[in-house]
């Protein structure tokens, strides 16, 4: 059975967490920390990082920063995972779901504006596939209307926007804040754990005591006070050692890691293109804006009953492929809440969107194989 | 120089890692995580545990679980760590303080009657150092009033309570729900890390979805349901299988790690018992109904002078002994929100505890050259 991802170890993440337990730190906020934080910094030009124990944390955090209260409105995409949702409904805030865009997954960016009410208090556009959003966009908007932008980069690391004035970003700098995942499907993992980027300096003092669960235990740290006690709310948003000697030992190969990836796609996408025409699955489209950071490939199938066909065919050919997200305006929690607006792309990727297995192992001859088979059900369907 | 603490190794924890890794499964709820929350279930009486991120998520799991609201109230000793509260803070609780009793630091049962309002919603007893409170007191007057009760017991696996019935407990099995702690300073320790106890079967199957980020992921995962979805709140509470199987390798020696840290107390104790009458300085007291776990070892100073002079000169020694929590009612979030009663033991705790080095490592010669260091420094100070 080829499975649709399998976690991938560079070599080094026992050697680092022996290292951490020698040191006699393992609880958050030691060396290994900060070489992951520093590297995020550095290489992705964020003001100040934190781990986190999850994006669904970071984006807890997020929420808490911006003021979060009872009744103010985030406007997020349907079609994401639910701890975009649920970071801000756990604050109180009354979620406004965005349409997917025709051509992609991610939020139409084009419809925002009609969602933006005086109770409108943040964005929060999902980089989907690790393929960028619109940020001029989404930024201007924001700024007309003085909100914030929370970019979900939860699946896009080392991925990068272009803008108009042709400048190239780093996703997850661009936004007042941005959070990222290292979930074990993710490029990059520690199994579970995140990651909140700081770009607004605003947040940077703050944002520190509410990881440390409320307290000034950071500037005690740094000799500023005396004594660390309760100064706010907050929480244990912080990450063991061990967690984040394991994330180091992966952020150390990220160039490697994110070559052999985009090498898959791409392979994946040339097997692809140009065959599946007459079955009308498309393959991604990227932006001229965006770049490809190899995160997931993916097709999007007719419908359906075409989907659930492929899904289950390959399947009994010992590939796993599976499935995504489905609307969260639909979902059981929400769909009362919903103002009744249709979000007819949402829906559609919900229904036809199929993942294919993309993990470093996964070696191109692989890939082929995968392609091939696909490439059968889907014949042997249309025939 | 001797530490406070020191991570303990039992020498499996990477050993465990790697296994978790070559299975394929890093993310949360794996073999790992079973493991733990069976040895849990099994060898403490609960009915349901599920892992956390740490023991400050398990208490804000516990704050959705009884369905805290704005206003609702909460009891808590004033002298515990600031997750205590800020866990139900963050849902909206009002906090009301207890004070600690006068022979320990752990939160005074007799109290708590009167602070009970018809808004109160749970007490919170903290087990603090890892001694039992006087739980059918407080178990006696929730039942009489309609309350939660949530255990905090980061600080008190393997500890136990005797009832007025003469059956005996294990912490944690007692109150409606549960919290542990497995940060780097606690017996058994995944760097951090924590559980949520599920003693009363109606909060179970909601437990399971908070977990998993509001979804029924646990339920598609038994075969229930075709598709998971969105049908709560909820948070990412689980920790990766990183840090399940590091934990497990700290579980399967607990029976060990309790030996050795009750002989460190108990050499503590011995040699302190009667030398330190005249300084005013006390050694730990521990109620008939309640065990030693050998968490930590204590001293409370005569005055804070004493208690500073102390923790200054055994540092110069080579020592480092520590203070701990300041009372949570006079911090500066929250002095404003009290409601002006003198809560004059939490105050004392705060001013006059020492916490002697305490870890697996520590050798009872160690512990003598503490426990000498220390009765010289009184004598010199009281001479």
Same mark, same amino acid.
């Given at each position: 059975?080829?499975?649709?991802?399998?976690?991938?170890?560079?070599?080094?993440?026992?050697?680092?967490?022996?290292?951490?337990?020698?040191?006699?730190?393992?609880?958050?906020?030691?060396?290994?920390?900060?070489?992951?934080? #520093?590297?995020?910094?550095?290489?992705?030009?964020?003001?100040? $990082?934190?781990?986190?124990?999850?994006?669904?944390?970071?984006?807890?955090?997020?929420?808490?920063?911006?003021?979060?209260?009872?009744?103010?409105?985030?406007?997020?995409?349907?079609? $994401?995972?639910?701890?975009?949702?649920?970071?801000?409904?756990?604050?109180?805030?009354?979620?406004?779901?965005?349409?997917?865009?025709?051509? @992609?997954?991610?939020? +139409?960016?084009?419809?925002?504006?009609?969602?933006?009410?005086?109770?409108?208090?943040?964005?929060?556009?999902?980089?989907?596939?690790?393929?960028?959003?619109?940020? +001029?966009?989404?930024?201007?908007?924001?700024?007309?209307?003085?909100?914030?932008?929370?970019?979900?980069?939860?699946?896009?690391?080392?991925?990068?926007?272009?803008?108009?004035?042709?400048?190239?970003?780093?996703?997850?700098? *661009?936004?007042?804040?941005?959070?990222?995942?290292? @979930?074990? $499907?993710?490029?990059?993992?520690?199994?579970?754990?995140?990651?909140?980027?700081?770009? +607004?300096?605003?947040?940077?003092?703050?944002?520190?005591?509410?990881?440390?669960?409320?307290?000034?235990?950071?500037?005690?740290?740094?000799?500023?006070?005396?004594?660390?006690?309760?100064?706010?709310?907050?929480?244990?948003?912080?990450? #063991?050692?061990?967690?984040?000697?394991?994330?180091?030992?992966?952020?150390?190969?990220?160039?490697?890691?994110?070559?052999?990836?985009?090498?898959?796609?791409?392979?994946?996408?040339?097997?692809?293109?140009?065959?599946?025409?007459?079955?009308?699955?498309? $393959?991604?489209?990227?932006? #001229?804006?965006?770049?490809?950071?190899?995160?997931?490939?993916?097709?999007?199938?007719?419908?359906?009953?075409?989907?659930?066909?492929?899904?289950?065919?390959?399947?009994?050919?010992?590939?796993?492929?599976?499935?995504?997200?489905?609307?969260? @305006?639909?979902?059981?929690?929400?769909?009362?809440?919903?103002?009744?607006?249709?979000?007819?792309?949402?829906?559609?990727?919900?229904?036809?969107? *199929?993942?294919?297995?993309?993990?470093?192992?996964?070696?191109?001859?692989?890939?082929? @194989?995968?392609?091939?088979?696909?490439?059968?059900?889907?014949?042997?369907?249309?025939?």
């Amino acid at each position: 059975m080829i499975p649709f991802n399998k976690p991938y170890i560079t070599g080094l993440e026992l050697a680092y967490i022996e290292d951490a337990v020698a040191s006699g730190k393992l609880s958050g906020n030691g060396k290994y920390t900060r070489l992951a934080q #520093s590297f995020f910094e550095e290489k992705y030009q964020i003001k100040k $990082t934190l781990l986190t124990t999850s994006c669904t944390d970071a984006l807890e955090m997020a929420a808490i920063l911006i003021g979060i209260e009872h009744g103010d409105e985030v406007i997020i995409p349907s079609y $994401t995972f639910v701890s975009t949702a649920n970071a801000f409904v756990l604050r109180g805030a009354k979620i406004v779901f965005a349409d997917s865009r025709t051509d @992609h997954p991610g939020m +139409d960016e084009s419809t925002l504006k009609a969602l933006i009410t005086d109770k409108t208090k943040a964005i929060v556009p999902v980089h989907y596939a690790g393929v960028a959003c619109d940020m +001029d966009m989404i930024m201007e908007l924001a700024e007309a209307h003085n909100l914030f932008v929370i970019e979900d980069a939860a699946q896009a690391i080392d991925s990068f926007y272009t803008s108009k004035s042709g400048k190239r970003y780093p996703l997850g700098s *661009i936004g007042h804040l941005a959070t990222f995942s290292f @979930h074990e $499907t993710k490029n990059i993992s520690s199994g579970e754990g995140g990651l909140l980027a700081i770009n +607004d300096e605003q947040f940077v003092s703050r944002a520190e005591i509410i990881w440390e669960k409320g307290t000034n235990r950071a500037s005690f740290f740094r000799g500023e006070i005396n004594k660390y006690g309760w100064v706010d709310i907050g929480s244990s948003f912080l990450p #063991s050692e061990i967690t984040a000697a394991f994330l180091w030992a992966q952020l150390e190969h990220v160039a490697e890691i994110q070559h052999k990836r985009v090498q898959i796609w791409n392979q994946y996408d040339s097997n692809f293109k140009g065959k599946l025409d007459s079955s009308g699955i498309k $393959t991604p489209t990227i932006p #001229s804006y965006a770049e490809n950071n190899g995160h997931m490939y993916y097709l999007v199938a007719r419908d359906e009953v075409q989907r659930d066909y492929i899904l289950k065919r390959i399947k009994e050919s010992g590939i796993l492929a599976v499935f995504h997200y489905l609307s969260l @305006h639909k979902s059981e929690f929400f769909h009362e809440c919903h103002d009744g607006r249709e979000l007819p792309f949402a829906d559609l990727f919900s229904q036809r969107l *199929i993942r294919l297995p993309f993990y470093m192992e996964l070696t191109l001859a692989q890939v082929d @194989h995968i392609s091939q088979t696909l490439l059968d059900i889907v014949s042997e369907y249309e025939h």
